[in-house]
């Protein structure tokens, strides 16, 4: 049997997506609580000021905040053994600048975690996952200021000192590599002070993106050796978006262009945060770009000294680099920029699906970290139909994820040290690039769409059955 018999199975989700109850018990405002709704062709747009008659998807999401008991109990019948959630910041620290936590917004993820406890379900966190405190924006232009180290070091002590007998697995940062391409400006480094407008007209300034990243980076050092130093029991990961790129042919050229994107996009912040340094491709990379991070003393040592203890990353899709400027035919896909690949099909947003990418991805970064790892998101955004019977026939989710759960399989037998797999949206969520409730992935589907209206029930589709048998079975049955 490939999986061994402690196998995390799970799905994930995420707060700023999820939870609605945007300014219930003291929560203040983040990043995507300024985000209006869009689609596959008109992007969302960010906000500075609420503009009354517009809506704002993440608000209300899909309300796991009253819906929590109801939620983890259908988690519980599918058999999840891991339930990847986040914590919203700004429940815990309104404005993130606060000295002291609010005390009904730690309360709230009390009852979650004893919830999950319930039913014997570990929970993976993700500390940041997409929800800068949107004060911290308008003060210090996000992660751009190395104040909100400070920031974020205060929130994670709260939580860690707070839930640190029910909490083992812990991610820094959501896709925390999303800053080395344009759109994670907004996402996940909130550098967008005074802006409003469409999310990729947000002028682009890699300068600010990778000094930022710089502040994550020492941000997520500092919280993971106070960790080691305080909570030994805790094993702390990385998130990476896992953007895999092949050469568009075998012309040198191409080779080389896919190296050097699969290095900035994939492996520059995992080597910083696995390694405990910066690679040195990248001193050439900041170069061609008139690039050049401010360093403090003693941030060398940081980095150093908060390495983390296991890998994770998402997987969604494949794309191809070329070297070639004739060749313009562009894959899809949020962050990911590259060429479509002539052997894929896509889905309906245009990710190209490609299963063998996951083992692929796998076996490349085991190679280079030799951690073990986890699959923290993967799935297929589908437009989804609501039978009059309540039931949704997703043949094409399950046999998207039945492919990429052979393939993990495959990479198992390897050799990689996989702990556990934890699909995208294992509920129905707002996305996170478009603002749209019409890209589902779940196995739930939850009664919400685009104009704002639904009633929120939940309902079982099919890939929820399917999806139980292969928890059932330690993923021995997939069809
Ligand atoms: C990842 C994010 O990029 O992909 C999630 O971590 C996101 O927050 C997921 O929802 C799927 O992307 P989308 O845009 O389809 O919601």
Request: proline share 5%; net charge negative; hydrophobic share 35%.
């Amino acid at each position: 049997m490939p999986f061994s018999k402690d196998f995390l199975w799970g799905g994930a989700t995420a707060a700023n997506q999820y939870e609605g109850a945007w300014n219930a018990d003291g929560k203040g405002d983040s990043v995507p609580d300024h985000c209006t709704n869009g689609s596959h062709t008109s992007p969302k747009r960010v906000t500075r000021e609420f503009e009354e008659g517009t809506l704002y998807p993440s608000r209300e999401a899909t309300d796991f905040y009253h819906h929590y008991k109801e939620d983890i109990a259908l988690a519980a019948e599918m058999g999840f053994k891991v339930f990847r959630m986040s914590i919203n910041w700004t429940r815990i620290f309104p404005t993130g600048m606060e000295a002291e936590p609010n005390e009904a917004g730690l309360a709230f993820y009390d009852k979650v975690f004893d919830e999950l406890k319930k039913y014997s379900i570990e929970p993976l966190v993700t500390i940041s996952h997409y929800e800068l405190p949107y004060a911290l924006v308008e003060k210090y232009n996000g992660w751009y200021g190395r104040e909100v180290i400070d920031c974020y070091v205060r929130y994670c002590k709260a939580i860690f000192e707070r839930y640190k007998d029910k909490v083992k697995y812990w991610l820094t940062f959501n896709e925390i590599n999303a800053g080395t391409a344009p759109m994670g400006a907004v996402l996940s480094l909130g550098v967008i002070k005074g802006f409003t407008g469409p999310v990729n007209k947000v002028p682009d300034e890699p300068q600010v993106r990778f000094q930022g990243l710089h502040h994550q980076f020492i941000a997520s050092a500092l919280v993971i050796k106070y960790a080691h130093d305080n909570y030994p029991q805790f094993k702390m990961g990385n998130m990476s978006l896992f953007a895999t790129k092949y050469p568009h042919t075998c012309n040198p050229r191409d080779v080389l262009e896919c190296q050097k994107q699969m290095r900035i996009m994939n492996w520059f912040c995992s080597d910083v945060q696995a390694r405990g340094y910066y690679p040195t491709y990248i001193d050439r990379f900041f170069k061609e770009k008139g690039i050049e991070i401010k360093k403090e003393p003693g941030d060398d040592e940081i980095l150093k000294n908060g390495t983390i203890d296991f890998y994770t990353f998402s997987y969604y899709m494949s794309s191809c680099e070329t070297a070639d400027p004739e060749v313009t035919a562009k894959a899809g896909g949020n962050l990911i920029g590259g060429v479509a690949n002539p052997y894929l099909k896509a889905s309906d947003w245009g990710w190209q699906i490609d299963p063998e990418g996951l083992r692929y991805s796998l076996n490349e970064i085991w190679d280079r970290y030799q951690l073990p790892m986890m699959v923290v998101e993967n799935g297929l955004g589908a437009y989804d139909k609501l039978e009059e019977d309540g039931s949704v026939h997703d043949s094409y989710r399950i046999d998207y994820l039945r492919q990429h759960i052979a393939q993990m399989k495959e990479a198992v037998e390897d050799g990689v040290d996989l702990m556990g797999y934890t699909p995208w949206g294992w509920i129905d969520v707002v996305s996170a690039s478009t603002g749209e409730m019409a890209k589902r992935y779940g196995f739930v589907y939850v009664d919400k769409y685009d104009d704002g209206t639904g009633d929120l029930a939940r309902r079982r589709k099919d890939s929820f059955f399917w999806y139980q048998k292969v928890i059932g079975t330690n993923g021995e049955e997939l069809c």
